[in-house]
């Protein structure tokens, strides 16, 4: 048996000795739901009493740093040094997971145990992300048993604080460039475009939020008596949106759309299929950037939503005109928007179609928007060896429609950035019931398997950065 299939038989027998499972199920009895005041030790257990005895084995040096944010858990730097004119590889996890959610799933099934059910392996944080990195670390376990070096460096950063926001990410990955000097980033996050199609994406759109809020009067007052006297803010506000956006979710904020898409990010998309999969709600064909495919509106363009609009009291209306009128918005962007000038362009927007009394608030730190060229070397090598194990053709997505701290890897470190993911779209993973898919999860250790695997060979665009 080739050398290479020699590790992806001893990842299948992993998988089907029941060695995942025992693995994974200790890591999701980790309570580490960062959102909520006392997950302290946990977060820190983690880390300390999980992933740092498994490193070692491996032969990691593993380092725990202290968050920059006071109130954020810490971060496991972990390094697997073989020789300096290797290739070597960032990678990346997240051990904190949302609240549990502890008596709302199915069958009071226990949020921190895994419950089997067909295909179906629920827990907290068996997609989002324990299980993604448990994954990737077994893969890179079953490499370096069977060929007794890796062929490769590895850095790898665990995190705690991702469902967070990644509280101090960024300053910390800024503050210490100097332990992430690698020639690529790959890690695992996210869903993949079907439960069947293993998927790369090299980015992910960028996040914006803001409020739009209007105060036109003190407290509520009697329509009987001021109705046809007082401005209706709530009027006001609706007529606002209507000249943002119009009734198909075209963007008429002069300067929001970003219209252009490179040749190569075009035809990757055009072979992708959008939408599907398991509990998946209708498209509307008609909904959004008009002149564009629905694979272009949801990785290509800039679409805007509103999140919430409150005027008055919904759940208890009174016959009065309300006081004031609160949107919540929210942009997905691409690359080439200038973030920092979202909100301008939108003051201008208000005051030149009637509506300078709205006030505008745009959030400090935005999700910036990365994009890796589905051209560049490292995603054609990194495509050639996943095509190469799957032996049918890898769903590429330039970038991801949702958001991730990319931009901390993309941008402040300069890597070329590789995410396979190995969930799906109704793994439930911010709600009760989060799983994984048994199926999924076997051809992800298989992938990983050989990407790590062809990693060490000795042909990669180690210098084309
Ligand atoms: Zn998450």
Redesign the pocket.
């Known amino acids: 048996m080739a050398k290479r299939d020699e590790a992806l038989a001893r990842i299948d027998s992993y998988f089907d000795d029941g060695h995942f499972e025992t693995e994974l199920a200790r890591r999701i009895a980790f309570k580490t739901e960062s959102n909520l005041a006392g997950s302290e030790t946990a977060l820190a257990s983690y880390l300390e009493d999980e992933m740092i005895p498994d490193l070692t084995a491996l032969g990691f040096v593993c380092e725990i740093f202290p968050n920059p944010r006071q109130d954020a858990g810490p971060f496991l730097v972990a390094r697997r040094h073989e020789c300096d004119d290797l290739p070597t590889v960032m990678t990346y996890g997240h051990g904190d997971v949302?609240a549990g959610y502890d008596g709302q799933w199915d069958n009071n099934m226990n949020p921190w145990k895994i419950t089997k059910k067909g295909d179906r392996w629920y827990g907290r944080g068996t997609a989002?992300?324990k299980g993604q990195h448990t994954i990737n670390l077994a893969a890179l376990r079953s490499v370096l048993e069977t060929r007794e070096s890796l062929g490769f460096n590895v850095i790898f950063l665990v995190e705690m604080g991702?469902?967070r926001g990644s509280p101090g990410l960024k300053d910390f990955c800024t503050a210490h460039k100097d332990l992430f000097q690698a020639d690529v980033f790959i890690a695992s996050d996210g869903p993949r475009i079907h439960p069947d199609k293993p998927t790369i994406f090299m980015g992910s759109r960028g996040v914006f939020n803001f409020i739009m809020r209007l105060d036109s009067h003190d407290g509520g007052h009697h329509s009987g008596n001021w109705g046809g006297l007082l401005t209706n803010p709530g009027v006001i506000m609706s007529h606002a949106i209507t000249s943002m956006i119009d009734k198909k979710g075209k963007i008429l904020v002069e300067g929001w759309r970003n219209t252009e898409i490179p040749d190569s990010v075009r035809s990757a998309i055009a072979k992708l299929e959008v939408g599907g999969g398991e509990n998946a709600p209708q498209i509307n064909p008609n909904w959004g950037e008009p002149e564009m495919t629905p694979g272009e509106r949801v990785f290509a363009s800039n679409t805007f939503e509103i999140r919430a609009f409150e005027t008055g009291n919904p759940k208890s209306p009174a016959n009065a005109i309300p006081p004031s009128a609160v949107v919540y918005g929210h942009l997905r962007y691409v690359v080439g928007t200038d973030v920092d000038q979202l909100m301008p362009l939108l003051r201008l927007h208000l005051d030149q179609h009637g509506f300078p009394d709205i006030e505008i608030i745009g959030e400090r730190d935005p999700m910036y928007a990365t994009r890796l060229d589905p051209e560049h070397p490292w995603a054609q090598w990194a495509i050639a060896s996943l095509n190469k194990t799957n032996g049918a053709s890898i769903s590429v997505i330039p970038n991801l429609g949702g958001s991730l701290p990319n931009d901390v890897f993309a941008d402040v470190l300069g890597l070329p950035t590789i995410w396979v993911p190995h969930s799906y779209a109704g793994c439930s993973?911010?709600a009760p019931n989060e799983h994984i898919l048994e199926k999924t999860s076997k051809s992800a250790l298989r992938l990983m398997t050989g990407l790590w695997w062809d990693l060490g060979v000795g042909d990669t665009p180690k210098n084309a950065k």
């Open positions: 949302v989002d992300n991702e469902e993973q911010h």
